[in-house]
């Protein structure tokens, strides 16, 4: 028998399977190692810790609660509107206010306010909160979210960069306030 000195067509062929196999496999790593890693990478962008402006104090009356909005401090160029984000405000007594998420604490289905009745409802499963956010009936199991604040310059401030959460006590305290001369 006469032996070859070349490769043989197996081991060619094994050498490119585990070559296209291990291209393959980065591939499809990317994402999966960029979603794991996301957290680190969002953390570092400015914007989370943002206190955010919703508009001058004569916007928002003594007595009354309006919605306003405020755009997301981490936008992508595709968000468009969605980045957009509406809220409560509630100018308690002309130097207090209360800014809720618009957000159902049962779930998530957006508030709204009936200055008729001094309450919040929402239309999903006929949760009902009063005019302070605090829940009056139906299955949320507590009050409305709320947002901390301040006041600068005659501009009504909000700390934008932590969602109100449970998970996130500091962020959704009733009547959480922070004022700035």
């Excluded at 070349?6 to 585990?18: E, F, M, P, Y």
């Excluded at 994402?31 to 953390?43: E, F, T, W």
């Excluded at 200055?115 to 409305?144: T, W």
Aim: some cysteine; overall charge positive; glycine content about 12%.
């Amino acid at each position: 028998m006469t032996e070859s000195t070349g490769v043989s067509r197996r081991v060619l062929l094994v050498k490119l399977g585990v070559f296209l196999n291990g291209i393959v496999g980065v591939i499809l790593a990317v994402p999966i190692v960029r979603y794991i890693l996301s957290p680190v990478a969002h953390a570092r962008k400015i914007g989370y810790e943002s206190w955010l402006p919703l508009g001058g104090l004569e916007e928002f009356p003594a007595g009354q609660t309006r919605l306003a909005t405020y755009r997301n401090p981490v936008v992508n160029p595709w968000d468009g509107e969605t980045a957009d984000i509406a809220c409560w405000v509630r100018n308690v007594d002309g130097q207090t206010f209360q800014v809720f998420a618009i957000n159902c604490a049962h779930l998530g289905c957006p508030v709204r306010w009936f200055p008729q009745s001094n309450l919040f409802m929402c239309p999903c499963h006929g949760g009902a909160y009063y005019q302070d956010g605090s829940r009056a009936s139906g299955p949320p199991p507590r009050g409305l979210f709320t947002y901390h604040y301040r006041v600068d310059d005659g501009k009504l401030f909000i700390k934008a960069g932590e969602m109100p959460t449970t998970g996130n006590p500091t962020a959704s305290v009733p009547g959480a306030r922070r004022t700035c001369a």
